[in-house]
């Protein structure tokens, strides 16, 4: 059997595995684009509606809260169902509720349509990112599992950059349709490219998850919640923000916000091999969750060069504290792999329903105090949590036989799931 450690970098790219991963992939970053691309549209969202930049925090908390409220049951769902099945249902929730949004004929219903948008995304993600586990052996799984989870970062950027350069043409409600075309389009691609994984089987099964009762996992969802939150504003809040300071055009303006999250696409790959390769996982995670806080530090009362760097800096950091965590997940001791979907939906629960608190805390810190306090606080709410990181226990090296668990000669039907490799 090859060694883990001398696998090169891109060998998860390979055969059928292979091109299930790109399309995972691809969807992530859809899921992401949809996310963020209404941020550049929120001073023409209060035109069209005569809402205030107080209500923006609503509008994108909406979609955190149904993420955040989806995360949990998602993993539940798919020891039932099977992650395959849960995972593209919700990416269909997410294209198909951000389509209607575009045509929203007020506030109201636009925040209740981003709250099911959010729904779709907290059923896609976990389970989607335990189909790529399932993809690759333990030991090989980590660039693989850290460029799904950097990807969204790509998403991100684009959601941002590529929406400020169309809603002065298209307005913001086109902003949204194209996003969810995109997404709808990537998931009928994606339907008979994805097998299913392996799963326990769940007769009988009455006593609480392994992983609703781990410490570990709960102090790691509450340990980033503050860069969740930041993450989530830096992307959506500078180009408001720089027009309004900098007085920069809207292009100039999406183009630095999306390096607060494009950027992370390449720490991901980063954080998810040196997660596989060491063991002082609660260092590492401790280094880049400060060195977020650091960067933001410098947004409000930075030169171009300086805000530019901090930027990059921050997506860098951030995308690796996401592969880390992912990646981190499979060698928690106690967890069953069946509930791998379970463990990173109660970190993204967790960490999005904090998420949408800094986010929408940061929104009436700009309303009252203006831009640079709010900076402030999300450095503050970056580096404060991260001593919660002293209840996760110190974990040893991949401890799987070596073998991935999804099937790869074909997908099963959208509800059910593959069987094991033999």
Same mark, same amino acid.
């Given at each position: 059997?090859?060694?883990?450690?001398?696998?090169?970098?891109?060998?998860?790219?390979?055969?059928? $595995?292979?091109?299930?991963?790109?399309?995972?992939?691809?969807?992530?970053?859809?899921?992401?684009?949809?996310?963020?691309?209404?941020?550049?549209?929120?001073?023409?969202?209060?035109?069209?509606?005569?809402?205030?930049?107080?209500?923006?925090?609503?509008?994108?908390?909406?979609?955190?809260?149904?993420?955040?409220?989806?995360?949990?049951?998602?993993?539940?769902?798919?020891?039932?169902?099977?992650?395959?099945?849960?995972?593209?249902?919700?990416?269909?929730?997410?294209?198909?509720?951000?389509?209607?949004?575009?045509?929203?004929?007020?506030?109201?219903?636009?925040?209740?349509?981003?709250?099911?948008?959010?729904?779709?995304?907290?059923?896609?993600?976990?389970?989607?990112?335990?189909?790529?586990?399932?993809?690759?052996?333990?030991?090989?799984?980590?660039?693989?599992?850290?460029?799904?989870?950097?990807?969204?970062?790509?998403?991100?950027?684009?959601?941002?950059?590529?929406?400020?350069?169309?809603?002065?043409?298209?307005?913001?409600?086109?902003?949204?349709?194209?996003?969810?075309?995109?997404?709808?389009?990537?998931?009928?691609?994606?339907?008979?490219?994805?097998?299913?994984?392996?799963?326990?089987?769940?007769?009988?099964?009455?006593?609480?998850?392994?992983?609703?009762?781990?410490?570990?996992?709960?102090?790691?969802?509450?340990?980033?919640?503050?860069?969740?939150?930041?993450?989530?504003?830096?992307?959506?809040?500078?180009?408001?923000?720089?027009?309004?300071?900098?007085?920069?055009?809207?292009?100039?303006?999406?183009?630095?916000?999306?390096?607060?999250?494009? $950027?992370?696409?390449?720490?991901?790959?980063?954080?998810?091999?040196?997660?596989?390769?060491?063991?002082?996982?609660?260092?590492?995670?401790?280094?880049?969750?400060?060195?977020?806080?650091?960067?933001?530090?410098?947004?409000?009362?930075?030169?171009?060069?300086?805000?530019?760097?901090?930027?990059?800096?921050?997506?860098?950091?951030?995308?690796?504290?996401?592969?880390?965590?992912?990646?981190?997940?499979?060698?928690?001791?106690?967890? $069953?792999?069946?509930?791998?979907?379970?463990?990173?939906?109660?970190?993204?629960?967790?960490?999005?329903?904090?998420?949408?608190?800094?986010?929408?805390?940061?929104?009436?810190?700009?309303?009252?105090?203006?831009?640079?306090?709010?900076?402030?606080?999300?450095?503050?709410?970056?580096?404060?949590?991260?001593?919660?990181?002293?209840?996760?226990?110190?974990?040893?090296?991949?401890?799987?036989?070596?073998?991935?668990?999804?099937?790869?000669?074909?997908?099963?039907?959208?509800?059910?799931?593959?069987?094991?490799?033999?």
């Amino acid at each position: 059997m090859q060694d883990p450690s001398r696998a090169a970098p891109l060998d998860f790219l390979r055969g059928a $595995p292979g091109r299930a991963t790109v399309v995972l992939i691809a969807l992530r970053i859809a899921y992401a684009y949809n996310w963020f691309d209404v941020g550049p549209g929120l001073p023409n969202v209060s035109q069209t509606f005569g809402v205030g930049p107080a209500d923006w925090g609503l509008l994108l908390a909406s979609f955190l809260v149904g993420a955040g409220v989806l995360q949990v049951p998602a993993g539940l769902l798919s020891l039932r169902f099977g992650a395959r099945g849960v995972s593209l249902c919700g990416a269909l929730l997410l294209g198909a509720a951000d389509l209607a949004a575009a045509g929203a004929p007020n506030f109201l219903t636009l925040v209740l349509l981003r709250a099911a948008a959010g729904a779709g995304g907290g059923l896609f993600f976990s389970p989607a990112i335990s189909l790529v586990a399932g993809l690759h052996p333990e030991g090989r799984r980590g660039v693989a599992v850290g460029t799904f989870s950097s990807a969204f970062s790509a998403g991100a950027a684009l959601g941002v950059f590529v929406s400020a350069l169309v809603i002065p043409e298209i307005g913001w409600r086109g902003a949204l349709a194209l996003g969810a075309v995109l997404l709808l389009t990537l998931l009928a691609l994606a339907a008979p490219l994805v097998p299913g994984v392996a799963r326990a089987p769940t007769h009988g099964r009455t006593a609480v998850p392994a992983a609703l009762r781990s410490r570990a996992v709960w102090c790691i969802g509450l340990a980033f919640m503050g860069v969740e939150g930041a993450s989530l504003s830096a992307g959506q809040y500078f180009v408001p923000f720089a027009e309004a300071t900098y007085a920069w055009a809207p292009a100039l303006a999406g183009g630095i916000a999306s390096l607060f999250v494009f $950027p992370s696409f390449f720490g991901g790959p980063i954080g998810g091999a040196l997660t596989e390769r060491f063991t002082n996982r609660r260092t590492q995670l401790v280094a880049a969750g400060s060195v977020c806080g650091a960067m933001l530090l410098i947004v409000p009362h930075g030169d171009f060069a300086e805000v530019v760097t901090a930027a990059v800096v921050f997506a860098l950091s951030s995308g690796s504290v996401y592969a880390m965590m992912y990646v981190l997940a499979p060698y928690l001791p106690g967890i $069953p792999r069946e509930e791998l979907p379970l463990v990173i939906g109660l970190f993204n629960a967790i960490q999005i329903a904090g998420g949408a608190l800094v986010t929408f805390v940061a929104a009436l810190i700009i309303a009252r105090d203006g831009y640079t306090d709010a900076w402030f606080a999300l450095a503050a709410l970056c580096i404060l949590p991260l001593g919660l990181l002293a209840g996760v226990p110190i974990t040893g090296s991949a401890r799987g036989a070596g073998t991935p668990d999804a099937v790869v000669s074909g997908p099963p039907g959208l509800p059910g799931e593959g069987r094991a490799n033999p």
